[in-house]
């Protein structure tokens, strides 16, 4: 599975634990939809749900007038899994994952839902 499908993958199943408390290894099942297991696709949701209240601090410090509850759900889900890539897949230069942030913004969200996700992960690499 290419990199971009299993992020595509990764917020769709964050969206699902964030909405229903479902558990990772059922919203990931869900989203494969009987295709093979993806090592990175695991590797990004179990990164961002191991690390999430680190992440949510972060994202709540970056924030300016609005709370993390009022963000989008789906804006949520893919600002908290740049962060984890940002904080801690060091493999992932964090212009990439910012760019496939924006990438992903506009293919579940729109226009303006990638300008506010560029806007909040720009804060977030400048303070790092």
Do not use: C
């Amino acid at each position: 599975m290419k990199r971009r499908i299993a992020r595509e993958k990764a917020v769709q199943s964050l969206f699902q634990i964030d909405m229903s408390s479902t558990d990772r290894d059922e919203a990931i099942e869900n989203v494969l939809e009987g295709e093979e297991r993806d090592s990175f696709l695991v590797q990004l949701v179990y990164g961002t749900t191991d690390h999430l209240e680190e992440i949510d601090n972060i994202l709540k410090d970056h924030l300016e007038k609005w709370t993390l509850n009022r963000v989008a759900n789906v804006d949520r889900a893919i600002l908290r899994l740049a962060v984890h890539e940002m904080m801690f897949e060091k493999d992932i230069p964090v212009n990439v994952s910012m760019n496939e942030a924006i990438e992903l913004a506009k293919v579940f969200s729109g226009e303006e839902s990638s300008r506010f996700i560029n806007g909040v992960l720009s804060k977030i690499i400048k303070k790092m």
